[in-house]
Protein backbone atom coordinates (compact mmCIF):
# COMPACT_ATOMS: atom_id res chain seq x y z
CA UNK A 1 0.00 0.00 0.00
CA UNK A 2 1.45 3.37 -0.99
CA UNK A 3 1.31 6.25 1.27
CA UNK A 4 0.26 9.68 0.36
CA UNK A 5 2.94 12.11 0.51
CA UNK A 6 1.59 15.16 2.25
CA UNK A 7 1.78 18.13 0.72
CA UNK A 8 0.89 21.56 1.61
CA UNK A 9 0.04 24.27 -0.99
CA UNK A 10 -0.42 27.45 1.05
CA UNK A 11 2.13 29.06 3.82
CA UNK A 12 -0.20 29.04 5.80
CA UNK A 13 -0.60 25.13 5.30
CA UNK A 14 3.15 24.23 5.78
CA UNK A 15 3.18 26.59 9.02
CA UNK A 16 -0.07 24.78 10.87
CA UNK A 17 1.68 21.65 10.27
CA UNK A 18 4.97 22.43 11.73
CA UNK A 19 3.64 24.82 14.56
CA UNK A 20 4.70 27.64 13.24
CA UNK A 21 1.82 29.60 13.97
CA UNK A 22 0.40 31.08 11.24
CA UNK A 23 1.37 34.02 9.54
CA UNK A 24 0.14 37.39 8.85
CA UNK A 25 -0.67 36.72 5.07
CA UNK A 26 0.23 33.39 2.91
CA UNK A 27 2.30 35.72 0.58
CA UNK A 28 5.64 35.32 2.54
CA UNK A 29 7.56 34.28 5.41
CA UNK A 30 10.89 34.24 7.09
CA UNK A 31 12.37 32.63 9.54
CA UNK A 32 15.54 31.83 10.97
CA UNK A 33 17.04 28.80 10.08
CA UNK A 34 17.04 27.43 13.51
CA UNK A 35 13.50 27.13 14.25
CA UNK A 36 12.53 25.92 10.90
CA UNK A 37 15.02 23.24 11.93
CA UNK A 38 13.63 22.61 15.22
CA UNK A 39 9.81 22.97 13.53
CA UNK A 40 11.05 20.26 11.14
CA UNK A 41 11.78 18.18 13.94
CA UNK A 42 9.33 17.80 16.15
CA UNK A 43 6.55 18.06 13.73
CA UNK A 44 6.63 17.84 9.97
CA UNK A 45 6.81 14.74 7.91
CA UNK A 46 9.99 13.35 6.67
CA UNK A 47 8.37 13.07 2.97
CA UNK A 48 6.35 16.44 1.56
CA UNK A 49 5.40 18.31 -1.24
CA UNK A 50 4.73 22.23 -1.41
CA UNK A 51 3.04 24.82 -3.48
CA UNK A 52 5.29 27.60 -2.95
CA UNK A 53 9.30 28.39 -3.36
CA UNK A 54 11.85 28.57 -0.61
CA UNK A 55 15.09 30.77 -0.53
CA UNK A 56 16.99 29.36 2.13
CA UNK A 57 20.64 30.18 3.37
CA UNK A 58 22.55 28.41 5.92
CA UNK A 59 26.24 29.27 7.08
CA UNK A 60 28.68 28.61 9.77
CA UNK A 61 31.55 31.76 9.82
CA UNK A 62 34.26 31.64 8.61
CA UNK A 63 33.42 28.76 6.10
CA UNK A 64 31.34 29.12 3.01
CA UNK A 65 27.43 29.51 2.82
CA UNK A 66 25.16 27.39 1.27
CA UNK A 67 22.23 29.32 -0.90
CA UNK A 68 19.40 26.66 -1.92
CA UNK A 69 16.43 27.56 -4.30
CA UNK A 70 13.53 24.41 -3.96
CA UNK A 71 10.47 25.72 -6.49
CA UNK A 72 6.95 24.21 -5.92
CA UNK A 73 6.05 20.54 -6.12
CA UNK A 74 9.92 19.52 -5.25
CA UNK A 75 9.49 16.47 -2.73
CA UNK A 76 11.47 17.04 0.06
CA UNK A 77 13.01 13.52 1.13
CA UNK A 78 15.32 12.26 3.49
CA UNK A 79 16.65 13.16 7.03
CA UNK A 80 15.78 16.00 9.00
CA UNK A 81 17.68 18.28 10.35
CA UNK A 82 20.12 17.98 13.34
CA UNK A 83 18.02 18.48 16.67
CA UNK A 84 21.38 19.34 18.94
CA UNK A 85 22.97 21.66 16.79
CA UNK A 86 20.84 24.18 15.01
CA UNK A 87 22.38 25.14 11.75
CA UNK A 88 22.58 29.56 11.33
CA UNK A 89 20.80 30.83 8.65
CA UNK A 90 17.41 31.79 7.32
CA UNK A 91 14.03 30.11 5.62
CA UNK A 92 12.36 32.70 3.28
CA UNK A 93 9.01 31.17 2.33
CA UNK A 94 7.77 33.21 -1.19
CA UNK A 95 4.05 32.40 -2.89
CA UNK A 96 3.37 32.54 -6.57
CA UNK A 97 0.71 35.34 -5.39
CA UNK A 98 3.47 37.13 -4.21
CA UNK A 99 5.41 37.10 -7.44
CA UNK A 100 2.82 38.06 -9.27
CA UNK A 101 0.61 40.43 -7.18
CA UNK A 102 1.72 43.22 -9.17
CA UNK A 103 0.63 43.78 -12.65
CA UNK A 104 3.94 45.14 -13.25
CA UNK A 105 6.14 41.89 -12.18
CA UNK A 106 4.14 39.69 -14.19
CA UNK A 107 7.70 38.72 -15.73
CA UNK A 108 9.18 37.64 -12.26
CA UNK A 109 8.97 34.41 -12.53
CA UNK A 110 10.70 34.50 -16.06
CA UNK A 111 13.15 37.02 -14.60
CA UNK A 112 14.38 34.82 -12.19
CA UNK A 113 14.72 31.34 -14.17
CA UNK A 114 16.50 29.24 -11.77
CA UNK A 115 12.08 29.70 -10.19
CA UNK A 116 11.03 26.85 -11.38
CA UNK A 117 8.50 24.17 -10.08
CA UNK A 118 10.16 20.99 -9.23
CA UNK A 119 13.67 21.69 -9.08
CA UNK A 120 16.11 22.56 -6.30
CA UNK A 121 19.76 24.51 -6.88
CA UNK A 122 22.48 25.07 -4.63
CA UNK A 123 25.77 27.47 -4.18
CA UNK A 124 28.02 28.01 -2.27
CA UNK A 125 28.74 31.61 -1.20
CA UNK A 126 32.28 33.18 -0.10
CA UNK A 127 32.54 34.21 3.10
CA UNK A 128 32.47 38.20 1.82
CA UNK A 129 29.14 37.30 -0.49
CA UNK A 130 27.74 35.58 2.90
CA UNK A 131 27.90 38.77 5.14
CA UNK A 132 26.11 40.79 2.53
CA UNK A 133 23.28 37.50 2.04
CA UNK A 134 22.72 37.48 5.90
CA UNK A 135 22.68 41.22 6.17
CA UNK A 136 19.86 41.41 4.14
CA UNK A 137 18.15 38.49 5.77
CA UNK A 138 18.25 40.05 8.72
CA UNK A 139 16.61 43.47 7.52
CA UNK A 140 13.81 41.34 5.56
CA UNK A 141 13.05 39.31 9.20
CA UNK A 142 13.25 42.82 11.07
CA UNK A 143 10.38 44.03 8.44
CA UNK A 144 8.85 41.31 8.57
CA UNK A 145 8.02 40.96 12.18
CA UNK A 146 7.68 44.53 12.57
CA UNK A 147 4.32 46.82 11.95
CA UNK A 148 6.05 49.90 10.93
CA UNK A 149 5.10 52.43 8.06
CA UNK A 150 5.61 51.17 4.70
CA UNK A 151 6.65 47.40 5.68
CA UNK A 152 5.09 46.13 2.48
CA UNK A 153 7.00 47.93 0.32
CA UNK A 154 10.07 47.87 2.08
CA UNK A 155 10.06 43.57 2.19
CA UNK A 156 9.58 43.40 -1.77
CA UNK A 157 12.82 45.17 -1.71
CA UNK A 158 14.90 43.03 0.37
CA UNK A 159 13.29 39.94 -1.49
CA UNK A 160 13.86 41.14 -5.06
CA UNK A 161 17.40 42.60 -3.70
CA UNK A 162 17.92 39.00 -2.07
CA UNK A 163 16.72 37.21 -5.64
CA UNK A 164 19.05 39.36 -7.58
CA UNK A 165 21.73 38.14 -5.70
CA UNK A 166 20.50 34.62 -5.85
CA UNK A 167 20.10 34.84 -9.80
CA UNK A 168 24.16 36.02 -10.16
CA UNK A 169 24.99 32.50 -8.10
CA UNK A 170 22.24 30.75 -10.19
CA UNK A 171 22.10 31.54 -13.61
CA UNK A 172 25.23 33.59 -14.73
CA UNK A 173 27.60 31.17 -14.21
CA UNK A 174 25.58 29.22 -16.80
CA UNK A 175 25.37 31.39 -19.47
CA UNK A 176 28.88 32.64 -19.37
CA UNK A 177 32.54 31.97 -18.84
CA UNK A 178 34.93 33.86 -16.83
CA UNK A 179 35.86 35.42 -20.17
CA UNK A 180 32.32 36.75 -20.51
CA UNK A 181 31.89 34.55 -23.33
CA UNK A 182 28.54 32.62 -24.06
CA UNK A 183 28.76 28.76 -23.12
CA UNK A 184 28.07 26.54 -25.47
CA UNK A 185 24.67 24.79 -25.35
CA UNK A 186 26.58 21.51 -24.34
CA UNK A 187 28.07 23.11 -21.42
CA UNK A 188 24.79 24.67 -20.14
CA UNK A 189 23.19 21.46 -20.41
CA UNK A 190 25.99 19.57 -18.59
CA UNK A 191 25.24 22.16 -15.31
CA UNK A 192 21.73 21.47 -15.91
CA UNK A 193 22.04 17.47 -15.93
CA UNK A 194 24.67 17.71 -12.77
CA UNK A 195 21.49 19.49 -10.62
CA UNK A 196 19.30 17.70 -11.91
CA UNK A 197 21.22 14.16 -10.53
CA UNK A 198 22.09 16.05 -7.43
CA UNK A 199 17.86 16.62 -7.22
CA UNK A 200 17.66 12.80 -7.92
CA UNK A 201 20.16 11.99 -5.22
CA UNK A 202 18.62 13.51 -2.30
CA UNK A 203 14.75 12.26 -3.83
CA UNK A 204 15.71 8.96 -4.09
CA UNK A 205 19.18 8.18 -2.17
CA UNK A 206 20.49 6.95 -5.55
CA UNK A 207 24.03 6.86 -5.72
CA UNK A 208 25.41 10.52 -7.49
CA UNK A 209 27.58 9.74 -10.84
CA UNK A 210 30.54 11.24 -10.56
CA UNK A 211 32.25 10.09 -13.91
CA UNK A 212 32.74 12.49 -17.03
CA UNK A 213 32.20 9.43 -18.86
CA UNK A 214 28.57 9.37 -17.79
CA UNK A 215 27.50 12.88 -18.63
CA UNK A 216 29.13 12.77 -21.99
CA UNK A 217 27.39 9.47 -22.83
CA UNK A 218 24.11 11.28 -21.41
CA UNK A 219 25.09 14.26 -23.67
CA UNK A 220 26.37 12.31 -26.82
CA UNK A 221 29.78 13.54 -27.16
CA UNK A 222 33.32 12.27 -26.18
CA UNK A 223 34.13 12.77 -22.88
CA UNK A 224 37.45 14.58 -23.92
CA UNK A 225 35.02 16.88 -26.22
CA UNK A 226 33.00 17.25 -23.14
CA UNK A 227 36.38 18.49 -21.09
CA UNK A 228 37.27 20.99 -23.56
CA UNK A 229 34.17 23.06 -23.82
CA UNK A 230 33.89 22.86 -20.32
CA UNK A 231 37.44 24.08 -19.85
CA UNK A 232 36.98 26.72 -22.61
CA UNK A 233 34.15 27.76 -20.96
CA UNK A 234 34.60 27.93 -17.45
CA UNK A 235 38.64 27.67 -17.12
CA UNK A 236 37.92 24.42 -14.87
CA UNK A 237 37.64 20.88 -16.05
CA UNK A 238 34.33 18.99 -16.31
CA UNK A 239 35.51 16.63 -13.27
CA UNK A 240 36.73 20.24 -11.20
CA UNK A 241 32.50 20.78 -11.55
CA UNK A 242 31.72 17.52 -10.47
CA UNK A 243 33.74 17.58 -7.59
CA UNK A 244 32.17 20.71 -6.50
CA UNK A 245 28.67 19.51 -6.95
CA UNK A 246 29.75 16.38 -4.69
CA UNK A 247 31.62 18.72 -1.94
CA UNK A 248 28.61 20.91 -1.65
CA UNK A 249 26.90 17.86 -1.13
CA UNK A 250 28.55 16.50 1.16
CA UNK A 251 28.85 19.53 3.54
CA UNK A 252 24.91 19.74 3.05
CA UNK A 253 24.40 16.17 4.84
CA UNK A 254 27.54 16.54 6.94
CA UNK A 255 25.85 19.91 8.63
CA UNK A 256 22.10 19.28 8.09
CA UNK A 257 21.77 15.52 8.73
CA UNK A 258 22.19 12.54 10.99
CA UNK A 259 23.60 10.40 8.06
CA UNK A 260 26.13 8.27 9.20
CA UNK A 261 29.16 9.16 6.68
CA UNK A 262 29.29 5.37 4.93
CA UNK A 263 25.61 6.63 3.85
CA UNK A 264 26.68 10.06 2.66
CA UNK A 265 29.45 8.34 0.95
CA UNK A 266 26.99 5.59 -1.31
CA UNK A 267 24.71 8.06 -1.39
CA UNK A 268 27.45 10.81 -2.96
CA UNK A 269 28.60 8.09 -5.52
CA UNK A 270 31.86 6.24 -3.41
CA UNK A 271 31.82 2.66 -3.53
CA UNK A 272 34.10 3.06 -0.50
CA UNK A 273 33.71 5.36 2.42
CA UNK A 274 37.53 5.60 2.61
CA UNK A 275 37.60 6.79 -1.14
CA UNK A 276 34.97 9.71 0.16
CA UNK A 277 36.85 10.56 3.36
CA UNK A 278 40.16 10.61 1.30
CA UNK A 279 38.69 12.83 -1.14
CA UNK A 280 36.55 15.80 1.50
CA UNK A 281 40.48 15.45 3.21
CA UNK A 282 41.89 16.28 0.23
CA UNK A 283 39.24 19.53 -0.58
CA UNK A 284 39.46 21.20 2.91
CA UNK A 285 42.27 19.40 4.77
CA UNK A 286 39.95 18.07 7.19
CA UNK A 287 38.05 14.49 7.59
CA UNK A 288 34.40 14.07 7.63
CA UNK A 289 34.15 13.59 10.48
CA UNK A 290 36.43 16.43 11.38
CA UNK A 291 33.87 19.28 9.65
CA UNK A 292 30.86 17.74 11.36
CA UNK A 293 32.23 18.33 15.01
CA UNK A 294 33.18 22.16 13.89
CA UNK A 295 29.88 22.58 12.88
CA UNK A 296 28.67 21.30 16.12
CA UNK A 297 30.39 24.23 17.82
Not at 61 to 84: H, I, M, N, R
Not at 113 to 118: D, E, H, S, T
Request: aromatic letters at 12%; charged letters at 20%.
Amino acid sequence: MTTKVPHFQRISHFHEAIGAGLPNDDLLAVHHWADVAQWLIEKAPVRFSAGFYQLSFVYKFPAVGTLTATGPDYLFSGQKPVSERPSNGYVLLISEEFLTVDTRQRDRLQEFPFLRAGATLIAQLPPADATVVTDLYEKLLDEFRSDRAGREAIIRLHVTTLLHYARRYFCEPADTGPTGRKQPVVVTDFRQLLTENMRLTRLDNRPFPRSVAHYADALCVHPYHLNRLVKRATSRTASDLIAGCVLTEARYLLTCTTLPIADIAYRLGFGDPSYFIRFFRKKTAITPLQYRLEQMV
